[in-house]
């Protein structure tokens, strides 16, 4: 195995580091320039596709072209992979006349790849070749290409695929960021495709989804003393009680913190009703708003429970900070 030169210190590391980046860097921007009426007809043939972006590839090629094909899948374009050998022996039939195939390979003579698009081409599919070899095979056979060449990698040995590959992943969501935009992609798009992530979360959780319902919610007559008050608040666990008419509607709210500072005032809380302390205009919401709107009620207006109610002032629902941290919307 290997080991390292004991003549390279920790600057020649740092000064080594730098150049790789540098040439990588110089790679991604060289392809803008390059960028010509071949990448919008790619552009034209995805927006126009009926079936799915497939990307092909092997080795090195075949890890970019897998994250490019989840980028595309993620972005609002149904696209997946399909490894060059893999289809040489049955996944061909992944792949329809309705696809467009972006097949990469920095040489563009990728034997694996190079065999099997006769038979792509066969099935009726279109092929976009992403290389950086223009008068290449791959490039030959494609019906469009999209020139990722590199001056150099930046493996000092100029073998390792490092540029190569990071200009083709450019190149990658160059294509994916225009269709997203020609599609009109929306944040509400992307949080579709991803429910599990904070932004789906924000974005498609309601309020109905994480409010407490039915027995859960504390709420107690308004003729009920503070006692019977402060007992529902313990019961329920959410810091108030709603204070409701016999038909459900709100009148109020009593929270652990009006109690703090009615006892602060010294008042002799033994002969007092609920109504006669609540607060009888309390912040409510809806059950249809987004989760991340309670969120915001709560911090502007500094309380950290609410109470959920219909168009008729019914109660529906409750909740209060630690629900919507519980559901990750915070």
């Given at each position: 195995?290997p080991?390292?030169?004991?003549?390279?210190?920790?600057?020649e590391?740092?000064?080594l580091a730098?150049?790789?980046?540098?040439?990588?860097a110089?790679?991604?921007s060289?392809l803008?320039d390059?960028?010509?009426?071949?990448?919008?007809?790619?552009?034209q043939?995805?927006?126009?596709?009926?079936g799915?972006?497939i990307?092909v590839?092997?080795?090195?090629s075949g890890l970019?072209a897998?994250?490019?094909?989840a980028?595309?899948a993620?972005?609002?374009?149904?696209s997946?992979?399909?490894?060059?050998?893999?289809?040489s022996?049955?996944?061909?039939?992944?792949?329809?006349?309705?696809?467009?195939v972006i097949?990469?390979?920095?040489?563009?003579?990728t034997e694996?790849?190079?065999?099997v698009?006769p038979a792509?081409?066969?099935?009726?599919?279109?092929?976009v070749?992403?290389?950086?070899?223009?008068d290449?095979a791959l490039a030959?056979?494609?019906?469009?290409v999209?020139?990722?060449?590199v001056?150099?990698?930046?493996?000092?040995?100029?073998?390792?695929?490092?540029?190569?590959t990071?200009?083709?992943?450019?190149?990658?969501d160059?294509l994916?960021v225009?269709v997203?935009?020609?599609?009109?992609?929306?944040?509400?798009?992307?949080?579709m495709?991803?429910?599990?992530?904070?932004?789906?979360?924000?974005?498609?959780?309601?309020?109905?989804?994480?409010?407490?319902k039915?027995?859960?919610?504390?709420k107690?007559p308004p003729?009920a003393?503070?006692?019977?008050a402060?007992?529902e608040?313990t019961?329920?666990?959410?810091?108030?009680t709603a204070?409701?008419?016999?038909d459900?509607?709100?009148?109020g709210?009593?929270?652990?913190g009006d109690?703090?500072?009615l006892?602060e005032?010294?008042l002799?809380?033994r002969?007092l009703?609920?109504?006669?302390?609540?607060?009888?205009?309390?912040k409510t919401?809806s059950a249809?708003k987004l989760?991340?709107?309670?969120v915001?009620?709560?911090?502007v207006c500094?309380i950290?429970?609410?109470?959920?109610?219909?168009?008729?002032?019914?109660?529906?629902?409750a909740l209060n900070?630690?629900?919507l941290?519980e559901?990750?919307v915070?």
């Amino acid at each position: 195995m290997p080991t390292t030169p004991s003549n390279i210190d920790n600057h020649e590391f740092l000064a080594l580091a730098r150049e790789a980046l540098s040439i990588e860097a110089n790679a991604v921007s060289a392809l803008a320039d390059r960028l010509d009426t071949q990448f919008a007809d790619t552009v034209q043939s995805i927006l126009n596709c009926t079936g799915r972006v497939i990307l092909v590839g092997v080795g090195k090629s075949g890890l970019v072209a897998k994250k490019i094909a989840a980028t595309f899948a993620s972005t609002g374009t149904p696209s997946f992979f399909v490894h060059a050998t893999e289809a040489s022996h049955g996944d061909l039939g992944m792949i329809t006349h309705d696809d467009v195939v972006i097949a990469l390979s920095n040489s563009g003579s990728t034997e694996e790849l190079v065999a099997v698009l006769p038979a792509i081409t066969r099935r009726g599919a279109k092929i976009v070749a992403m290389t950086g070899k223009l008068d290449s095979a791959l490039a030959r056979q494609a019906d469009l290409v999209l020139d990722c060449g590199v001056e150099k990698e930046a493996c000092p040995l100029n073998l390792a695929p490092t540029a190569s590959t990071t200009a083709a992943l450019a190149m990658g969501d160059a294509l994916a960021v225009v269709v997203l935009k020609a599609r009109g992609f929306s944040e509400e798009d992307f949080a579709m495709s991803h429910p599990g992530g904070s932004l789906g979360r924000k974005l498609l959780t309601h309020v109905s989804d994480v409010m407490r319902k039915g027995d859960r919610i504390p709420k107690v007559p308004p003729s009920a003393t503070i006692s019977n008050a402060i007992l529902e608040i313990t019961k329920k666990g959410l810091g108030m009680t709603a204070v409701t008419s016999p038909d459900n509607r709100l009148l109020g709210i009593f929270t652990d913190g009006d109690l703090r500072r009615l006892i602060e005032q010294g008042l002799d809380l033994r002969g007092l009703s609920v109504s006669e302390v609540m607060n009888s205009a309390p912040k409510t919401i809806s059950a249809e708003k987004l989760a991340v709107e309670a969120v915001r009620m709560m911090e502007v207006c500094h309380i950290s429970q609410v109470v959920v109610t219909d168009e008729q002032n019914q109660i529906v629902g409750a909740l209060n900070f630690h629900d919507l941290f519980e559901a990750k919307v915070v």
